[in-house]
């Protein structure tokens, strides 16, 4: 099945799909933190995007609720939040220095081949177009997590490990037209409560190694000193 | 009839040039608070470039005297293959886009030997750092064009143009991927501000004004007009690529006159883009010139990868 004769509505959300990898690439290779925050916000607004418009197209009038809670969470407050400790811990003027940049943006791209790769026997059994989306949003959440390995600063690993769940959502959204309200408020409150979690466990690790780099976590205190 | 309008589309491209640049200039000049020039001021620089004697080196051979010529011919012979008014026009049916690609390689091939041939430190320092660009450019460009013309499933440009415009609007997410490497590769091809600055003599950061340093009079202004030349090829590029409306499928006036229009238009707004991106972003380091192309390579592979994945007839 060809792409021009597809609906208007697959076609929007294939788009979407190459769009939410895209920002998840633009993390990958970000070093700022204040960048990195406002490409991930840029990834919750995409993903609200597809949310309207699988509730439009779909007639599904609940959806508008979980769009509603994404632009609040993950466009809002989670990037206001994030962004509000990067500044206030004198952060924002670091660059971090990735190793091996362009070595882990290829291993970004091979991990989308992977991703294909995997979810093909899906994809070729299955007559719905929606499973091609399915492919994009694992590499997201496999993005997320090589996002998490190649940065050292904590907030890094936070902000890769929300896209993964940006990643599973996405999923959600194309795979199943849609889960049920009860199960997106769950998920959303899961993500808030991490969120606040998260800011503490910030607050924590500062005190103790005065500084947000994991690792540093590797040195014990006695030998330092 | 069709090589007539096939050579007038050419000079064309060729005459507009300069007025492109201008206009570029004029819209860089009003963002920074700046008094502009007159759009038409490119012309008379090149006018008067062309009335002064070229003074050359001594120790200059003859590749430094032929390149300005082989350098202005290639450019203007790669504009031919480009649709720019109209498409089905004979030239850019005889040239697909590999050759338009070969065409630069061999522009930049002989500004690199002119820049090394005088033997001066800054010639070589440019013809290096631009060897070092294009090596890396060239396979990012291919890239994203042949991500085009794997959907249109030919690699000539004119049936690739018109193979998008018969669809109609279809929303392909390789278009997005695509578009952004070469734009991305157009910046640093056409020697824009993060990648080099057009307008500085600074010796340090310099790259295509070092190479042509030693050139004055008439060499220097067929070396610009063929710098002009590339970057509205890659404007046009572009434009004609991803938002091909507008362009002549017929030949009569009104559709050409129409197609002329539609191109300038796009070009002008894609100027303010330019203007606008290039008032905001800093230069970049030389070194982080290659992360910058990777970066681009990687969304060209992105782009077709998600043809093959998101796309494709299964």
Redesign the interface.
Same mark, same amino acid.
């Given at each position: 099945m060809n792409i021009e004769q597809l609906d208007f509505y697959t076609q929007a959300i294939l788009s979407m799909a190459a769009l939410v990898g895209l920002t998840s690439f633009l993390m990958l290779g970000q070093g700022r933190l204040l960048r990195l925050i406002f490409v991930f916000a840029m990834q919750g607004f995409l993903l609200t995007l597809t949310t309207v418009l699988a509730a439009y197209s779909l007639n599904n009038p609940h959806l508008y609720i979980s769009a509603v809670l994404t632009l609040a969470l993950k466009v809002i407050f989670i990037p206001w939040m994030l962004r509000r400790q990067v500044v206030q811990m004198n952060m924002h003027r670091d660059i971090e220095a990735l190793k091996n940049n362009t070595a882990v943006m290829l291993g970004g791209a091979g991990l989308m081949v992977f991703s294909y790769y995997v979810l093909h026997p899906i994809v070729q059994s299955s007559s719905v177009v929606m499973l091609n989306a399915l492919a994009v949003s694992l590499s997201v959440m496999l993005l997320g997590m090589l996002l998490m390995i190649s940065h050292r600063q904590a907030i890094a690993h936070v902000v890769g490990f929300m896209s993964i769940e940006n990643g599973l959502f996405f999923a959600a959204i194309v795979s199943t037209n849609g889960m049920p309200l009860v199960v997106e408020l769950g998920v959303a409150f899961d993500v808030l409560v991490a969120a606040v979690l998260f800011g503490i466990f910030f607050f924590h690790i500062r005190t103790s190694i005065d500084s947000l780099d994991v690792d540093l976590l590797n040195k014990l205190h006695e030998v330092d000193k | 009839m069709n090589w007539l309008i096939a050579v007038l589309q050419s000079m064309l491209f060729v005459v507009l040039a300069p007025l492109l640049a201008g206009w570029l200039k004029c819209c860089k000049c009003y963002l920074q608070n700046r008094k502009a020039p007159s759009v038409i001021q490119p012309y008379r620089d090149l006018l008067k470039l062309s009335h002064k004697q070229p003074v050359v080196a001594e120790q200059a051979s003859w590749i430094f005297l032929i390149s300005p010529y082989i350098i202005f011919s290639a450019t203007v012979l790669a504009a031919t293959v480009v649709p720019f008014i109209a498409v089905n026009l004979p030239t850019s049916a005889s040239a697909d886009v590999i050759v338009m690609v070969g065409f630069f390689a061999f522009a930049r091939f002989f500004l690199a030997l002119a820049g090394l041939d005088i033997g001066t430190a800054f010639g070589g320092m440019g013809s290096s750092r631009e060897m070092t660009i294009s090596s890396l450019a060239e396979p990012a460009m291919l890239m994203a064009v042949f991500t085009l013309t794997m959907t249109a499933s030919t690699t000539n440009l004119s049936l690739a143009i018109a193979h998008v415009l018969n669809?109609g609007l279809?929303? #392909?997410?390789?278009f997005?991927?695509a578009l952004?490497a070469l734009t991305l590769v157009a910046i640093a091809e056409t020697g824009r501000i993060p990648v080099d600055n057009p307008a500085t003599h600074l010796e340090l950061t310099m790259i295509h004004e070092a190479m042509i340093l030693e050139y004055s009079g008439r060499h220097l202004a067929l070396i610009e007009w063929a710098s002009q030349l590339k970057l509205m090829l890659y404007g046009v590029l572009i434009a004609n690529i991803f938002l091909p409306w507008g362009i002549a499928e017929t030949f009569s006036g009104q559709a050409l006159g129409y197609g002329l229009l539609a191109i300038m238009g796009k070009l002008a707004v894609l100027a303010i883009f330019l203007a606008i991106a290039e008032t905001l972003v800093a230069k970049m380091r030389l070194f982080r010139v290659?992360?910058y192309l990777?970066?681009a390579y990687?969304?060209g592979?992105?782009g077709m990868?998600?043809h093959i994945?998101?796309?494709a007839? #299964?």
């Amino acid at each position: 099945m060809n792409i021009e004769q597809l609906d208007f509505y697959t076609q929007a959300i294939l788009s979407m799909a190459a769009l939410v990898g895209l920002t998840s690439f633009l993390m990958l290779g970000q070093g700022r933190l204040l960048r990195l925050i406002f490409v991930f916000a840029m990834q919750g607004f995409l993903l609200t995007l597809t949310t309207v418009l699988a509730a439009y197209s779909l007639n599904n009038p609940h959806l508008y609720i979980s769009a509603v809670l994404t632009l609040a969470l993950k466009v809002i407050f989670i990037p206001w939040m994030l962004r509000r400790q990067v500044v206030q811990m004198n952060m924002h003027r670091d660059i971090e220095a990735l190793k091996n940049n362009t070595a882990v943006m290829l291993g970004g791209a091979g991990l989308m081949v992977f991703s294909y790769y995997v979810l093909h026997p899906i994809v070729q059994s299955s007559s719905v177009v929606m499973l091609n989306a399915l492919a994009v949003s694992l590499s997201v959440m496999l993005l997320g997590m090589l996002l998490m390995i190649s940065h050292r600063q904590a907030i890094a690993h936070v902000v890769g490990f929300m896209s993964i769940e940006n990643g599973l959502f996405f999923a959600a959204i194309v795979s199943t037209n849609g889960m049920p309200l009860v199960v997106e408020l769950g998920v959303a409150f899961d993500v808030l409560v991490a969120a606040v979690l998260f800011g503490i466990f910030f607050f924590h690790i500062r005190t103790s190694i005065d500084s947000l780099d994991v690792d540093l976590l590797n040195k014990l205190h006695e030998v330092d000193k | 009839m069709n090589w007539l309008i096939a050579v007038l589309q050419s000079m064309l491209f060729v005459v507009l040039a300069p007025l492109l640049a201008g206009w570029l200039k004029c819209c860089k000049c009003y963002l920074q608070n700046r008094k502009a020039p007159s759009v038409i001021q490119p012309y008379r620089d090149l006018l008067k470039l062309s009335h002064k004697q070229p003074v050359v080196a001594e120790q200059a051979s003859w590749i430094f005297l032929i390149s300005p010529y082989i350098i202005f011919s290639a450019t203007v012979l790669a504009a031919t293959v480009v649709p720019f008014i109209a498409v089905n026009l004979p030239t850019s049916a005889s040239a697909d886009v590999i050759v338009m690609v070969g065409f630069f390689a061999f522009a930049r091939f002989f500004l690199a030997l002119a820049g090394l041939d005088i033997g001066t430190a800054f010639g070589g320092m440019g013809s290096s750092r631009e060897m070092t660009i294009s090596s890396l450019a060239e396979p990012a460009m291919l890239m994203a064009v042949f991500t085009l013309t794997m959907t249109a499933s030919t690699t000539n440009l004119s049936l690739a143009i018109a193979h998008v415009l018969n669809e109609g609007l279809v929303l #392909r997410p390789s278009f997005v991927f695509a578009l952004a490497a070469l734009t991305l590769v157009a910046i640093a091809e056409t020697g824009r501000i993060p990648v080099d600055n057009p307008a500085t003599h600074l010796e340090l950061t310099m790259i295509h004004e070092a190479m042509i340093l030693e050139y004055s009079g008439r060499h220097l202004a067929l070396i610009e007009w063929a710098s002009q030349l590339k970057l509205m090829l890659y404007g046009v590029l572009i434009a004609n690529i991803f938002l091909p409306w507008g362009i002549a499928e017929t030949f009569s006036g009104q559709a050409l006159g129409y197609g002329l229009l539609a191109i300038m238009g796009k070009l002008a707004v894609l100027a303010i883009f330019l203007a606008i991106a290039e008032t905001l972003v800093a230069k970049m380091r030389l070194f982080r010139v290659q992360e910058y192309l990777s970066f681009a390579y990687l969304l060209g592979l992105l782009g077709m990868l998600s043809h093959i994945i998101l796309e494709a007839a #299964r």
